[in-house]
C-alpha cells in the first residue's frame, strides 16, 4: 500500500518528466473553455430552464474537473500499461456503442446517447476515438511478419463496424472523423500514394451515395442542399445566425453578456461556442485561440519529429489529427464553410462525453510525449 511519500514522489516523478508546454496548453484551453461556459449559459439557464443562474457552469466545472484526473491517471501510467488498458477499453467502448441503436436517447432525430446514472446524455462515440487509436496504431505498427497491406485490410475492418454504427444514429460527422483518422494513420505508415487516393474518392463517392439515395439520410441531405441553395430550405437558420453573430461582433465584441446567440440558437454553449465567444469578445480573441491550438500542435509534432518508436508515432499523430479535424470542422461550420455537423470544439465546447473524450486522448499525448527514463 502507498504511503503519502511514496504518492508524493510518484506525482513528482510524473510532473518532472511530462512535457510541461503541452500539459499547461491543455489546462489553459479547458480554463478558458470554464470561463466562456458561464459567461454563454447563465442567461439560458435561468431563462429557459428558471434554475440557477450557474447550473451549465456548475456541471461544466464538474466535467473539467474529472476530465483532469482522467488527464493525469493516462498520462501517469507506464507506456505498457497504457497501451494494455486501451485496448480493454476501446472493446468496452464499442461495446457501449453497440447498445446506442438499443437503448440510446433520440433527441431531435438522432440516437447518439446513451442515459448512464452517472452520466446524462453519454456520446459513446466520443470515447471510442481516442481508444481506436490506439487500436489501430497497434495493427499497423504490429512486428509480425504480415503484409503491409493484410494490416490495412486488418485496420480498415475494424472502422467499418464503427462507421456503420455511427452511420445509423445517423451520425456522419464523427463517421467522417473516424474514417480521416484511419486514412491519416495509414498514409503516415507509407501507404503507396495510389493505393491511397484510390481508396479516399472510392470513399466519397459512397458517402455521396448513401446520402442522397438512401431515405434514413433525408434530413442530411437537406441540410447539404440548403447550404449551397439557402432559398431551398431551413437548415440554414442556425448557420446564419452564428455568422450574423460574427460579423455584427467585429474585431473587439459587444461586451460580456451582450451577445444574443446564445439566447436564439438551441445548443449554442456547444455546437456555436465559436461563434458565442466572437459576438461577446471579437474576432481577436478566435485568434488567440487558434494561436492556442496552433501552439499545442507545433508542440505535439516536434515530438513526433523526434520519437523512433512507429507506434509512438502512429499514436501521436492519430490523436493530434483528431484534435485538428475537430477543431477546424467545428470553425467551418461556425463561419457556414460547412454544413451543419454538431461538432463540439475540444477543450471548450459544454459537454461531458466531449470533456472527457478529450481529456482522455490529451492523457495519452502526455504520456508519450514524457521524457523517458533510462
Not at 470554464?34 to 439557464?45: C, D, E, P
Not at 455511427?166 to 501507404?191: A, N, V
Request: charged letters at 15%; proline letters at 3%.
Amino acid at each position: 500500500m502507498l504511503n503519502d511519500n511514496s504518492i508524493y514522489r510518484f506525482y513528482y516523478v510524473w510532473w518532472k518528466n511530462i512535457d510541461k508546454t503541452i500539459f499547461l496548453l491543455v489546462l489553459l484551453l479547458f480554463s478558458l473553455g470554464l470561463f466562456f461556459s458561464l459567461v454563454s449559459t447563465s442567461l439560458v439557464a435561468s431563462d429557459k430552464l428558471d434554475t440557477n443562474n450557474y447550473f451549465f457552469f456548475f456541471k461544466h466545472f464538474i466535467y473539467i474537473c474529472l476530465g483532469i484526473t482522467i488527464l493525469i491517471f493516462f498520462s501517469s501510467i507506464s507506456e505498457k500499461n497504457l497501451f494494455k488498458l486501451s485496448i480493454i477499453l476501446f472493446f468496452i467502448s464499442v461495446f457501449f456503442l453497440f447498445l446506442v441503436p438499443i437503448f440510446g436517447a433520440e433527441v431531435k432525430g438522432s440516437k447518439r446517447w446513451l442515459n448512464l446514472f452517472f452520466l446524462p446524455r453519454f456520446q459513446p462515440i466520443e470515447i471510442v476515438k481516442p481508444f481506436s487509436i490506439i487500436f489501430l496504431a497497434t495493427i499497423l505498427s504490429s512486428e509480425k511478419n504480415f503484409d503491409i497491406y493484410y494490416k490495412y485490410l486488418i485496420s480498415f475492418i475494424v472502422i467499418v463496424p464503427i462507421s456503420f454504427l455511427l452511420i445509423m444514429q445517423p451520425d456522419i460527422g464523427q463517421t467522417l472523423l473516424i474514417f480521416l483518422s484511419w486514412l491519416t494513420l495509414i498514409f503516415i505508415s507509407g501507404i503507396s500514394l495510389i493505393f491511397f487516393l484510390t481508396f479516399f474518392i472510392v470513399s466519397i463517392v459512397s458517402l455521396f451515395i448513401m446520402v442522397f439515395f438512401f431515405p434514413k439520410f433525408e434530413y442530411i441531405k437537406s441540410r447539404i442542399i440548403s447550404f449551397f441553395n439557402p432559398s431551398s430550405g431551413t437548415h440554414n437558420f442556425q448557420s446564419e445566425k452564428a455568422v450574423d453573430a460574427i460579423t455584427s461582433g467585429g474585431f473587439f465584441g459587444k461586451g460580456i453578456g451582450e451577445g444574443t446567440l446564445k439566447n436564439r440558437v438551441p445548443e449554442a454553449h456547444t455546437d456555436y461556442i465559436v461563434s458565442v465567444i466572437s459576438e461577446e469578445f471579437g474576432v481577436v480573441v478566435i485568434i488567440l485561440l487558434l494561436l492556442i491550438f496552433l501552439s499545442l500542435i507545433y508542440s505535439v509534432f516536434k515530438k513526433i519529429y523526434f520519437e523512433e518508436s512507429e507506434k509512438i508515432k502512429l499514436v501521436l499523430a492519430g490523436s493530434i489529427t483528431l484534435i485538428i479535424s475537430q477543431a477546424l470542422i467545428h470553425l467551418g461550420v461556425n463561419i457556414r464553410l460547412f454544413p451543419t455537423t454538431g461538432m463540439t470544439l475540444p477543450f471548450l465546447s459544454y459537454g461531458g462525453s466531449s470533456i472527457i473524450g478529450v481529456s482522455i486522448l490529451s492523457g495519452i499525448i502526455l504520456n508519450l510525449t514524457k521524457r523517458k527514463i533510462k
